[in-house]
């Protein structure tokens, strides 16, 4: 008699139920399932949880258009509790459920460990956080994607803004938590910043050192102390979190933020400005990895803004909403080539594509797998509004010029 693959499926499983072993995964006609892991506790919680909504946005959005090839996306939410240990875990737990493809992650730590094992396992990785220059670079990992900007990029093209905006702040200091990100933050603004006001301006700025702290302290009293006696008129801060809110909190009950005339961060968004209302710094530059005020000229921005208030989310979805959204729209385009979900056939489908996002076009480089887009600030102050702050004023900048070579495998060279 001849065994039809209907009834040997349906054997199959019978067989596997019977013995005990594990099911074979049968995604044909079933879900396309992403593996959202991130931060859902502790002081990143808000990041994660609008990484959440992000991807599930982006879900419904592209689910309510008929899916890929009628087949519905889902999305799958863990915790990885800032742990690179957990992050893996639960990689390979959801691995071995039949899930792989995952995105989101907010910590460079956590993001260096899952793109360490998603060639072992299969899978691939779109991270729409970490902003580790080592991540596409010395730390390349083929299965690794990242579709938005990097410190890199992101300081780069605020080191040109400050120059552009500020061209009498010649004397910055620095703070920064001791880790990738952190020095990342740093090393970034110790080219570009000179850079940027001698082409300017035909100046010379002095860069002082860099007060470096533990990620997560609580007291950064002797830091502002120093960097008030160093006599500095810009600030960089390389904090995010709730390590930003706090240090920005104590910096203005000593004076260090009436003392500067600008101070530009590598991006905690909204939440300081939010949290400080009207303590919020004046000349408070924060980066965004996509402010959604600078695309008023976006339908699938404005789309993504309604849905998000629709929902009782808010009145201002952050970055971490936009680039969840976007790592969900990067592996619905890549599957609509006739791509399939396993790595093998994922990955090339994703190296060197363009596709439409929140932020207008962007490509993953197919050298290195990083995001070539725009670069946003937003200028925050403390209001009488509703919010007790608002957005003064943004800069959407071409990423292109601070992206750096690709070099993947070797540490960034800046041009």
């Not at 994660?48 to 309510?64: C, K, L, S, T």
């Not at 470096?212 to 600030?235: H, P």
């Not at 619905?332 to 790595?343: C, I, N, P, S």
């Not at 003064?392 to 060279?413: M, N, S, Y």
Request: with cysteine; hydrophobic share 40%; net charge negative.
């Amino acid at each position: 008699m001849r065994t039809n693959r209907r009834q040997f499926v349906g054997g199959a499983l019978s067989a596997a139920a019977l013995t005990g072993l594990p099911m074979p995964a049968i995604a044909q006609g079933g879900p396309i399932r992403i593996g959202c892991i991130t931060s859902l506790v502790g002081g990143y919680s808000q990041f994660g949880e609008a990484h959440a909504r992000g991807m599930q946005i982006a879900a419904d959005m592209v689910n309510a258009q008929g899916g890929i090839n009628g087949r519905q996306i889902e999305i799958i939410v863990r915790d990885d509790g800032l742990k690179p240990e957990i992050g893996v875990a639960t990689a390979r737990e959801l691995a071995a459920d039949g899930v792989h493809i995952f995105a989101g992650v907010l910590s460079s730590g956590v993001a260096l460990a899952l793109g360490g094992v998603m060639e072992e396992l299969g899978s691939v990785f779109i991270n729409a956080a970490s902003h580790g220059n080592n991540l596409t670079h010395q730390d390349f990992r083929k299965n690794y994607f990242r579709v938005t900007d990097y410190s890199a990029m992101r300081i780069g093209a605020g080191s040109q803004l400050m120059a552009d905006r500020y061209p009498d702040a010649l004397r910055w200091g620095s703070i920064s938590p001791d880790n990738e990100v952190g020095r990342s933050v740093i090393e970034t603004a110790g080219h570009w910043l000179p850079k940027a006001y001698q082409s300017t301006h035909g100046a010379q700025v002095e860069l002082l050192e860099t007060s470096w702290v533990k990620f997560g302290a609580t007291n950064y009293r002797n830091e502002i102390a120093r960097l008030v006696s160093q006599g500095i008129d810009g600030l960089i801060v390389g904090l995010g979190g709730t390590d930003e809110v706090t240090f920005l909190q104590q910096a203005g009950q000593f004076g260090l933020t009436r003392q500067v005339k600008a101070i530009y961060t590598s991006g905690s968004e909204f939440q300081s400005a939010a949290a400080l209302k009207a303590r919020t710094p004046e000349n408070y530059w924060s980066g965004f990895h996509w402010y959604y005020g600078a695309y008023k000229d976006n339908p699938l921005a404005q789309e993504l803004i309604k849905i998000f208030r629709d929902k009782g989310y808010g009145d201002h979805p952050d970055g971490f909403v936009g680039m969840a959204h976007s790592a969900v729209f990067a592996v619905a385009a890549a599957l609509r080539t006739g791509a399939g979900e396993t790595a093998a056939e994922l990955v090339p489908a994703l190296e060197g594509l363009t596709f439409d996002s929140v932020k207008g076009p962007i490509t993953l480089r197919a050298e290195d797998h990083q995001a070539i887009c725009d670069v946003n600030y937003a200028l925050l102050a403390g209001a009488s509004n509703a919010d007790g702050w608002e957005a003064v004023d943004f800069a959407r900048i071409d990423g292109t010029p601070f992206a750096g070579a690709p070099t993947p495998g070797t540490a960034l060279a800046f041009n």
